[in-house]
């Protein structure tokens, strides 16, 4: 039952998480209120590749990480162009 | 009683694996899909970020909020129906993904009724219909609206997607044996998780910009 025990440790991680961002919307923080948003949302998809989608394992790592590269360049390389 | 779906393998473990690596390829690839859109939103909000805030501020904070909510929920009840289906607990599991396929029609729903909110209030300038809008700045709340709902409807069509096969996975299930319900279980549940992923971003990108 550990394993159970452990999805409900995400499942209200993610939801204290949502409780978070939510709030912080309510408080002007200048620049920082969509950094702190997108912040937010990545620790929350961490948790659910971690947790729920059981991200382990070389292969699947490596598709994550290459997805991840041509995001950064698509991203990056619109922004520089800029 | 066991066996592979496929005839390209020997053994059911190696069916699984190369079954979990093609979902995470396909994710990827949707992730493509998906970067494409958000990197477009960007690039908008970049340049007409006060239009995009005062835009952003007609959508339901509290209807927005809750939908995340039962995303997530949808997420546990799918990750629960795959730790049932690795302790072979069959009927369980079958509950749990029942449970998934109701939270994601809930999802829709309330979707539903927020897109009729804002229709009615003129702020839904697809399929021809009259864009109406008081605040500052309406051109380009306009294409804050076209982006909204061509990103949640993109999102939704995948909800519908997942849905559609769990509810075919629940009508096979009888003639499926131990090794191809549990695969099937983890592959349509890596999927639900991504499309919970994409609305993770897309919820503070939508509805939370500078409230």
């Given amino acids: 039952m550990s394993e159970l025990r452990k999805l409900t440790f995400g499942y209200l991680g993610l939801l204290a998480l949502l409780a978070l961002t939510v ?30 989608m059981h991200l382990t ?26 | 009683m066991s066996g592979t779906e496929s005839v390209a393998f020997d053994t059911p473990q190696r069916e699984q694996r190369a079954d979990t690596l093609a979902m995470w390829v396909f994710i990827g690839s949707e992730a493509m899909l998906f970067g494409g859109i958000f990197l477009v939103f960007l690039i908008a909000h970049i340049d007409s970020g006060t239009a995009f805030a005062a835009a952003s501020k007609h959508l339901s904070l509290p209807l927005g909020t809750f939908n995340t909510a039962v995303l997530i929920t949808s997420s546990f009840t799918m990750a629960l129906a795959h730790t049932l289906a690795l302790q072979r607990r069959w009927r369980a599991t079958v509950w ?31 399929l021809g219909l009259q864009f109406r809008y ?3 700045d309406p051109k ?15 999102h939704a ?14 009508a096979l299930w009888r003639t499926a044996n131990p090794d191809n319900r549990l695969h099937r279980v983890e592959a349509i549940g890596l999927y639900w998780h991504f499309v919970d992923v994409v609305w993770v971003f897309m919820f503070p990108v939508l509805y939370l910009i500078n409230r």
């Fill in chain 1, 23 to 52: 709030a912080s919307s309510f408080f002007d923080l200048g620049g920082f209120n969509v950094a702190l948003n997108l912040a937010i949302a990545a620790v929350k998809a961490a948790l659910i590749a971690m947790m729920f």
């Fill in chain 1, 57 to 82: 394992g070389t292969l699947p790592r490596l598709v994550v990480a290459a997805a991840g590269l041509w995001l950064v360049l698509l991203f990056g390389l619109t922004l520089i162009g800029r």
């Fill in chain 2, 96 to 126: 749990a993904l029942a449970a998934t396929s109701l939270l994601g029609i809930c999802f829709l729903v309330v979707k539903g009724i927020e897109y009729s909110r804002e229709i009615s209030e003129g702020l839904a300038p697809v």
């Fill in chain 2, 134 to 136: 008081a605040g500052p």
């Fill in chain 2, 140 to 154: 380009h709340a306009e294409f804050f609206f076209g982006l909204y709902f061509a990103m949640t409807s993109l």
């Fill in chain 2, 157 to 170: 069509l995948h909800l519908i997607g997942g849905i559609i096969v769990i509810a075919g996975m629940i």
